[in-house]
């Protein structure tokens, strides 16, 4: 019996075990098949796609995921009808990498995209272009500037792409309205729509309607070095001691408005034709580490766990405990689809319905890495040039974390069952988990070598970049 509702018709063998293969030239594509069901006995696959990512979203601040604060009821409600990842990791805690990875099943290392900044590589295939190639319509409706074309190169493959907006950010409730806008004027089969919400990242400004949905009484302890660009908000702005909680307050706040866009675009898509995965890029340090209110620079919990969900028609309700990763997107979604591009290169993402058979080729495993930061780290030797990125291996029960140092490499060790909010490192002689996490790592990391070259920003970009806490 089939997990999938399509009975013994969905297709066997499209896929190897690592999923789809494909092979795009320098000239072009070659052709692209898109695979049908035609027997009579079969229902077809579903016809339309539709991811949303919500930026700057932390797993644990959603209901679903244990929050006892209601800042995402529509995700919540989908959740309970679709597969519910309970341990999903993004490859990267800046916007741009963690979306590369996302649209290419790839880790920055391999798609070029290693920073906000620095554009996709043009010989990278994306799931845009399959899909286009493949008779699709793609459409695209972006809300941050770290996504708009110009320095990211994600509009490969979309025949819109809209980041018609000045400044760093457009309100996530005007791209919604554009997305839904483009759907419904292509009306039938085969949509791409591809949502990215804005609105949770800093600085920390929700709509005036929104912010007494959670204020907290008690504004907590001082914030200590809160970013200088989360003042940028009308709540903040001034020379007054920012508050713990009245900044949690705002950064929920946030989170509840672009639940309720996703609500309003569920309310207009038919989700009985078509695959949806709703997600966030990376999360938010909030409190737990330094440098606080802020993500990019660290590969702890609270940045790089994030909330993911998939439906799809005739998929069982779930909640999945096994660690997965956003480079699963990409072979998960063709074969849900049924899109089976040609070619031998095969993606390092997981084809996360084997699930349903208990296997997924590898133990679980996530891989994850941030920038450095351009200041010294509290406590830490550590100032290097962007290319000598942080990366981190995490299992079900311990993190390892490399960080490149002036001289040599450091580690830390994390017991996660134990220690869950990172802060206590294990010395690295008395864990049986280090040998083998420090052999896995030290691979991963191996890859990102001299082609790992962060460019430098212009001065516009910089201030852009600046404006949204990604340089100090």
Not at 238 to 267: F, K, N
Not at 294 to 307: A, K, M, S, Y
Not at 364 to 388: C, I, M, V, W
Not at 445 to 455: I, L, S, T
Request: hydrophobic share 35%; net charge negative.
């Amino acid at each position: 019996m089939s997990t999938f509702g399509w009975g013994n018709c969905r297709k066997v063998g499209s896929h190897g075990p690592d999923g789809p293969h494909y092979l795009k030239s320098r000239v072009g594509f070659a052709f692209v098949w898109l695979s049908f069901i035609t027997s009579a006995a079969c229902s077809r696959p579903p016809r339309n796609l539709v991811i949303v990512t919500i930026d700057t979203v932390r797993a644990d601040h959603i209901p679903i995921y244990g929050y006892g604060r209601a800042t995402a009821p529509r995700f919540s409600a989908l959740a309970a009808r679709g597969w519910l990842f309970r341990r999903a990791f993004t490859q990267e805690t800046n916007t741009l990498p963690s979306h590369a990875s996302m649209m290419t099943g790839h880790y920055p290392f391999k798609h070029g995209a290693i920073d906000n900044g620095d554009a996709l590589a043009a010989d990278q295939v994306t799931l845009a272009e399959i899909l286009h190639d493949a008779g699709w319509s793609t459409g695209a409706f972006v809300s941050g500037w770290p996504l708009i074309p110009e320095i990211s190169g994600l509009d490969q493959g979309f025949d819109v792409y809209d980041a018609d907006f000045a400044g760093i950010r457009r309100g996530g409730a005007e791209s919604t309205r554009r997305a839904i806008d483009w759907w419904k004027k292509r009306n039938g089969d085969l949509r791409f729509l591809f949502l990215h919400l804005f609105d949770a990242h800093g600085p920390y400004d929700p709509d005036p309607s929104y912010r007494p949905l959670f204020a907290n009484s008690d504004p907590g302890p001082i914030a200590e070095r809160v970013p200088a660009y989360q003042r940028g908000g009308r709540w903040f702005r001034g020379a007054r001691p920012l508050h713990v909680h009245e900044l949690i307050d705002a950064y929920d706040a946030q989170i509840r408005y672009d639940d309720d866009q996703l609500g309003t675009l569920l309310d207009a898509i038919d989700l009985s034709a078509t695959v949806l995965v709703v997600l966030s890029d990376h999360g938010e340090t909030l409190d737990d580490h330094q440098p606080p209110f802020n993500h990019g620079t660290r590969v702890f919990d609270e940045q790089i766990r994030i909330p993911l969900v998939l439906c799809a028609p005739g998929l069982s309700p779930r909640a999945i405990d096994s660690i997965v990763e956003t480079v699963d997107l990409v072979p998960t979604l063709l074969d849900l689809l049924h899109v089976t591009p040609p070619g031998a290169t095969t993606f390092p993402g997981r084809n996360l319905l084997r699930l349903a058979d208990g296997d997924l080729g590898r133990p679980p495993l996530a891989f994850s890495s941030a920038h450095p930061a351009r200041k010294q780290h509290t406590g830490r030797d550590y100032f290097q040039p962007l290319e000598n990125h942080i990366h981190s291996a995490r299992t079900e029960s311990f993190k390892l974390i490399r960080t490149p140092k002036s001289e040599g490499d450091s580690f830390e060790l994390y017991d996660l069952v134990r220690d869950p909010k990172e802060q206590h490192p294990q010395p690295l002689g008395n864990e049986q988990a280090v040998s083998r996490l420090r052999e896995i790592l030290m691979r991963y990391a191996g890859q990102a070598g001299p082609e790992w070259k962060a460019r430098s920003p212009s001065p516009e970009e910089e201030k852009n970049l600046r404006s949204l806490g990604y340089v100090n």
